[in-house]
């Protein structure tokens, strides 16, 4: 495109000098009055092919970091640090900060689903071996959206069964209404036969932030373990 572009441009310059010498008048101009004028003209030209062709290659160099999730850069919700608020299956509040220089995938989920949650995580622990010695640079939080049941306790002996660095955090009901909403995650009750015996309908994409904290890719549910390495690689690697 940028090639096409540049033809083009050329091709008018041609065409407006043609038309000049048709002009009887322009034949008895001095051609020191036709030089500075030709001059002007290459040197606009030449600025304006500078600026497309750093418009250019730099749309080549975005293109170059594509990623198998949907990138969501820029976006204005899902702020990281509004999972300060919680506390990890260890008891320990939760503070963003610390994860400074790690890629963070966040999910929402609860112990007790019976399909998506445990597929999720096992994609994310198969991605973690992919990743070798870079895993112990990604940080996987699992926010539960069933309070009342998934305890602490519970937590620690559900999250780390799939990876030991993942972390299960926890909060009081409300808490985690207003966290779900700051994440656009949608999740509800589906009542069973008894007052503890039901299952949550629940959002299935998960997070991921690069190592300044800013959210960067929606990865889908059912995403591969490789491509989700891949598109971690690509987030530590600065992309």
Known sequence: MFIKIVIVLLLLIVVASLLTNRNPQARQRPLTRVRPLMLRVAIVLLVISSILAGLHLSGCSREAATFHSTDISGADFARLKALDSLSDHRGRRLASADFSGKVVVVYFGYTLCPDICPTTLTAMKEAMQR???????????????????????????????????????????????????????????????????????????????????????????????????????QLLAGK
């Open 131 to 233: 990743l070798g010695p870079a895993a112990d640079r990604v940080q996987v939080l699992f926010v539960t959206v069933d309070p009342e049941r998934d305890t602490p306790e519970l937590l620690a002996a559900y999250v780390p069964w799939f990876d030991a660095r993942f972390l299960g955090l926890h909060a009081a009901p409300q808490t985690t209404r207003e966290i779900a909403r700051e994440f656009h995650v949608l999740y509800s009750k589906v009542k069973g036969s008894a007052a503890l015996d039901y299952s949550i309908d629940h959002s299935a994409t998960s997070y991921a932030y690069d190592p300044a904290g800013r959210l960067r890719l929606l990865i889908r549910h059912g995403e591969s373990p490789d491509n989700i390495a891949a598109d971690l690689r």
